[in-house]
């Protein structure tokens, strides 16, 4: 499969996506990769479903966000859909709260593709391939990301056209990228040249690996210990540097640990291979995480890539330096700010330097 068809197949899937505009006091959630099931315990979404309950209910709904839902919601893949929406119809029954409220887009992946084939008056919700979000900043593409996957571009032989492909949906072959290093690195490298080159900034799902302005955790512990150790140097505070020299200490810990668990993790850090780095890929990680939930928030002015935890489950960010987590329930949710910058100097770097 040549490169030219899969950005020709990302074109047709932003020209036919669902258009939404900014307005002054818009926010929005992208959530991807629920892969919800029966609730047996092979059902991934099983162990976060409480928290992603709550973080809705207590915080995205009253402050009246608008819910995206960026693929692979159900897990259609493994499990029948009735028994997906009679386990989690108190979820489902929140995503309708969201419909009279902020809204809400529900996108396919590639493992809820076959929807398109369910009783159509079954399924409570309006669902898309694509979105655009028409920021006055410039425009949000939002896409589940397994439509630059060459192993799905070989099945799909009419450019931009999914739905055809579902007439038979056994010939889906159940692959899964999210523990494939090399895999998650290709989808992200074309996304990556095909959003610098439109000039537009990507939202995928997918590869469950969280990524902000291009840059996935190890990059961005990188850049910020290269910073600190920048902050130190000009510091003359002894107190100052020396809490500085803690917080290096801190990220350089947590960047060797990842390296140690996955040696690949160097591999992908190739910042795909551009002359400049373009800040115009973002992930919304996954719901299912081991440790909690990672999510993007978007309004008029900022992003920012969210992780959501329960203290219960783990608290290794309430022990870390270098990060706030914010108490939001009664005890023991916490909403952690990783990463968030301004649009408008995002998109002002993808035009000038793509
Ligand atoms: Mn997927």
Not at 10 to 33: G, H, Q, T, Y
Not at 185 to 201: C, G, L, P, Q
């Amino acid at each position: 499969m040549k490169i030219k068809q899969v950005y020709k197949q990302l074109d047709v899937l932003f020209e036919e996506a669902e258009r939404v505009k900014f307005e002054k006091n818009s926010k929005f959630v992208v959530f991807s990769d629920l892969h919800m099931g029966d609730g047996s315990s092979k059902d991934d979404f099983r162990s976060n479903a409480t928290l992603f309950e709550n973080v809705l209910q207590k915080y995205y709904l009253p402050n009246d966000f608008g819910l995206i839902l960026n693929g692979d919601v159900e897990e259609l893949q493994r499990f029948p859909l009735k028994k997906i929406m009679s386990k989690w119809s108190y979820v489902f029954d929140i995503f309708k709260k969201f419909q009279a409220n902020g809204g809400i887009w529900k996108l396919l992946g590639n493992h809820d593709l076959t929807l398109v084939t369910e009783d159509q008056n079954t399924y409570p919700m309006a669902y898309n391939e694509a979105l655009v979000l028409e920021h006055p900043s410039g425009e949000i593409f939002l896409f589940h990301g397994h439509q630059a996957s060459t192993t799905y571009q070989k099945h799909n032989k009419l450019v931009g056209y999914t739905l055809k492909y579902l007439a038979n949906p056994l010939r889906i072959t159940n692959y899964s990228v999210a523990h494939d290093s090399r895999k998650q690195y290709a989808i992200e490298k074309k996304v990556y040249h095909h959003a610098s080159f439109r000039k537009h900034m990507a939202i995928i799902g997918h590869t469950h690996r969280p990524l902000f302005e291009s840059l996935s955790k190890p990059e961005r512990l990188k850049y910020q210990i290269e910073r600190l150790c920048r902050d130190f140097a000009r510091e003359e505070k002894e107190d100052v540097k020396k809490s500085i020299k803690k917080l290096i200490k801190s990220k350089k810990k947590e960047l060797k640990k990842i390296f140690k668990k996955n040696p690949n993790a160097l591999n992908a850090t190739q910042l795909y291979n551009s002359i400049f780095h373009i800040p115009c890929l973002f992930n919304s990680g996954c719901t299912i995480g081991k440790r909690g939930i990672t999510c993007l928030e978007i309004d008029h002015e900022k992003i920012s890539l969210i992780h959501w935890f329960d203290k219960n489950v783990s608290d290794k960010y309430l022990k870390r330096k270098g990060y706030e987590p914010e108490l939001i329930d009664d005890g023991h949710i916490f909403r952690m700010p990783i990463n968030e910058e301004f649009l408008d100097y995002i998109f002002t770097r993808i035009r000038l330097l793509s």
